[in-house]
């Protein structure tokens, strides 16, 4: 049996708290699907794992090409910490050490179009070489836009890389760049190029020669900070002095007061080796962070990346199945141009009404599911009822009403999730009134689910406030009047009354937007 000193942790120790740590990691995330609560149960663990003061979790925004801190450790939530990562093609390139070659620059997710915008250029074809001396140094790169027959070949790479080898044993020289820039832009037929050169200090990339184009004036910030630095390259960092390292960005340090030491930091990855994002920890307690900590930080990054890309698809599918819902709607909408809209208009009425009482999120959602649906029946009814200019006469009435028993054939088909599965009965329970005069079903008060009375209180509205085939919309005052008069035969007041304290909250300003 290993032992210390009385009170001291000897290394079995350490070695079970750790394994504590690990196991505990490995439940949490076993057990968390919810992306908003999972960072913060694991990255509490991480920390202790590896007895470090602070730890964040970085994840890649794809929309705005940025690391977005899902969880940050002493930072305020309404302190979000996010790193941009428009560097361009050129900066992905020096900082991956890898030549990129693109047949189309705008589908690369790390071109910057604001230099194109700016001069009115139009890039299509890019070619990227890095500049690196014998020791694996980086200095720079050559970048060469617009190949005149298409796209750059592989020979024109391994003809700008002996360029690049030739200028990195000059030092970059401005007048061989120069030379070689103008023999190769003949070899390749390109329509223009650029030497940059890395400037470490300034944390640029500078062009020292770029034809076609005022190269003094170019140069690009590459001052990323060690998370975006390891989410480009996909490449760990341990950062021993963090303030003597060129490649950290320490406007936190100043705005904050706080001192970041030193930085373990690496990749998220997922099913197929993208990056989702990145674990950094900082400022070990007890000295600097160690070969076998990033390995232990590694493996977990490893499960906490497969559990993140899980809570990312499965929040993928909820946009998927709203998205889908928009559309069907929409489907409906479509069928007559006075009333498109009606189905959103809807949802963001009842929602308004159902956020005056109080609901939580997920009934919000559930509603909101209904109301987009509510009128999906009408896709079976005619069109020559649908748009009449004018009062219905009874047959056509008991035709337009049957939309109310088509809604709920239609949706009771679908393999709504758990959460739905209720959707199809509210949905097509809109029409009904507490005194049992609706339709389809004639239920009573308390047959009634709930959200569909909030539907039914949203539906009037909006009906009796816009414009119709066979009159205009009428005002607000005059629509909660009939909704006051039928408070306890059709309605429960208090969705009246939320209502209005819905529109007088701004709601109107709302429904005027959609």
């Known amino acids: 049996m290993v032992t210390g000193k009385q009170g001291e942790a000897t290394p079995l120790d350490d070695y079970r708290k750790r394994i504590g740590h690990l196991l505990e990691i490995q439940r949490r995330v076993s057990q968390e699907r919810s992306l908003e609560r999972l960072p913060g149960l694991v990255m509490r663990e991480v920390t202790e794992l590896l007895a470090a003061d602070r730890s964040t979790l970085f994840l890649l925004d794809g929309e705005t090409m940025a690391l977005r801190a899902c969880f940050a450790e002493g930072v305020a939530a309404d302190n979000a910490i996010v790193v941009p990562l428009r560097m361009g093609v050129i900066g992905t390139a020096i900082l991956a050490r890898k030549t990129v070659n693109l047949v189309d620059a705008y589908q690369h997710p790390y071109f910057n179009p604001e230099v194109d915008a700016h001069s009115g250029y139009k890039t299509e074809s890019l070619l990227v070489v890095p500049i690196a001396n014998a020791d694996g140094q980086v200095l720079g790169g050559i970048e060469l836009l617009n ?177 889908l819902l928009e559309t069907l709607a929409a489907t409906i909408d479509a069928r007559d141009t006075l009333t498109a809209g009606h189905s959103k208009r809807v949802a963001l009425i009842a929602c308004g009404i159902a956020r005056e009482l109080g609901f939580a999120e997920n009934d919000l959602d559930v509603l909101n599911v209904s109301a987009l649906l509510h009128d999906y029946g009408k896709i079976g009814i005619d069109d020559a009822v649908l748009k009449k200019e004018g009062k219905l006469d009874e047959r056509e009435f008991a035709h337009i009403k049957l939309h109310a028993v088509l809604t709920f054939d239609i949706l009771d088909k679908i393999r709504f999730s758990r959460k739905y599965r209720n959707v199809p009965l509210i949905a097509s329970s809109h029409h009904e009134a507490l005194d049992s005069s609706g339709y389809p079903r004639q239920f009573a008060n308390r047959e009634i689910p709930f959200m569909a009375k909030i539907l039914a209180v949203a539906d009037v509205f909006e009906a009796l406030t816009a414009d119709r085939h066979y009159r205009k919309g009428m005002a607000v005052e005059q629509a909660l009047a009939i909704l006051d008069a039928g408070v306890g035969k059709k309605f429960e007041g208090r969705l009246v009354v939320a209502l209005k304290r819905y529109l007088d909250r701004g709601g109107l300003a709302a429904l005027e937007l959609t």
């Open 147 to 323: 190949k005149l027959t298409g796209r750059f070949t592989a020979a024109d790479e391994k003809a700008v890389e002996a360029v690049a080898e030739r200028l990195a044993a000059a030092a970059i020289d401005a007048a061989a760049a120069n030379r070689e820039l103008a023999a190769l832009r003949q070899r390749i037929e390109c329509d223009r190029g650029t030497v940059f050169r890395l400037d470490p200090l300034a944390g640029q990339l500078v062009a020292v020669h770029a034809d076609g184009a005022d190269g003094a004036r170019i140069s690009l910030n590459m001052k990323l900070g060690i998370a975006g630095l390891v989410a480009l390259t996909g490449q760990p960092l341990l950062i021993p002095d963090a303030h003597a390292d060129p490649r950290f960005d320490a406007s936190f340090d100043r705005r904050t007061g706080y001192r970041t030491r030193n930085i373990l930091c690496v990749p998220l990855r997922g099913a197929n080796a993208d990056t989702l994002g990145v674990i950094q920890i900082i400022n070990r307690r007890d000295g600097d962070f160690s070969a076998e900590d990033m390995a232990l930080l590694t493996s977990v990054a490893g499960v906490v990346a497969i559990a993140v890309e899980n809570a990312l698809l499965f929040a993928d599918g909820e946009r998927q199945f709203h998205s």
